[in-house]
């Protein structure tokens, strides 16, 4: 059977990009499984729409040595058995990449400012400093508008209901929404989140870490809010606040939240 490039059409069998995706980070600081086992249950049963068959990535760096792999294995089989998927490894040294080809899984690393020389001394990029230009009594020219200073992005405006099932994404920006986020609907930003309407569903703003970042709404119903992987559920939310003009914002590692107006 010819296939079909070779029928004339170049179409290739399958895409594959690399895009924004919600993976949940699990940071390991001791090595108690009884426990870990109790705490990612309960997190699955308090949120199970956030956590139910969530991909994680395994942080072992703030331990104070590494696992063996028999034990790493074991916490990856918690990790399951408690509901969420393990996908990979979090980069962290040359003893990790090394684990994660053991353990057949890849490495995530949203920055990789330092790496490990094979000795284990951290290299990081040192910044070269130009030099100087040299001293001119001339009255320097006015940038041109093509070496302008880039403007920052404008917010994302959304002016349709988000209804149950349907996500709604502002990479690098802002999303303003000006129709209700209905249940089972998820909208998320870079930047802030505004909802000038009701917010049932998930709101998620900070999604690439962004800690000042904040989420606003002028009916406060929503089943999740997130900001920089820090959230609240709805079982969490003070029923004072359920229906009201509401804002969200970090305080550190706390998620707060607080009438507007």
């Keep these: 059977m010819a296939s079909a490039r070779s029928a004339g059409v170049l179409e290739p069998a399958g895409e594959l990009k690399f895009g924004q995706v919600g993976i949940a980070n699990l940071r390991l600081k001791r ?34 040595a590494q696992p063996p792999i028999g034990l790493v294995q074991e916490i990856l089989a918690t990790i ?8 990979g490894l979090a980069y962290g040294t040359t003893e990790t990449e090394a684990l994660s080809r053991e353990l057949g899984l890849p490495l995530f690393a949203k920055f990789r400012a330092a790496y490990e020389r094979s000795g284990g001394e951290p290299m990081v990029d ?18 041109s ?3 302008a200073a880039p403007r920052p992005l404008a917010g994302q405006v959304h002016d349709k209901p988000v209804r149950s ?17 209905g249940n089972g609907a998820e909208v998320i930003a870079d930047g802030s989140v505004h909802v000038y309407s009701s917010l049932r569903g998930k709101a998620i703003a900070g999604a690439t870490g962004d800690a000042t970042a904040r989420i606003f709404c002028h009916d406060f119903q929503a089943e999740l809010v997130s900001i920089a992987g820090h959230y609240r559920v709805f079982e969490d939310i003070p029923p004072d606040l359920r229906g009201k003009p ?14 507007l107006g």
């Design 31 to 64: 090595l108690d499984l009884d426990e870990l086992a109790a705490e990612l249950a309960q997190k699955v049963a308090t949120a199970p729409q956030l956590f139910q068959r969530a991909p994680v990535v395994l942080d072992l760096s703030h331990l104070p």
């Design 80 to 87: 399951k058995n408690a509901g969420m998927l393990p996908v």
């Design 126 to 143: 040192v910044p070269v400093a130009a030099p100087a230009p040299a001293p001119s009594r001339a009255t320097p020219p006015p940038p």
């Design 145 to 147: 508008a093509e070496h």
């Design 165 to 181: 099932g349907q996500q709604v994404y502002a990479r690098g920006r802002d999303l303003i929404l000006t129709a209700v986020v």
């Design 246 to 259: 509401v804002q969200a914002w970090l305080d550190g590692e706390r998620l707060l939240l607080a009438r």
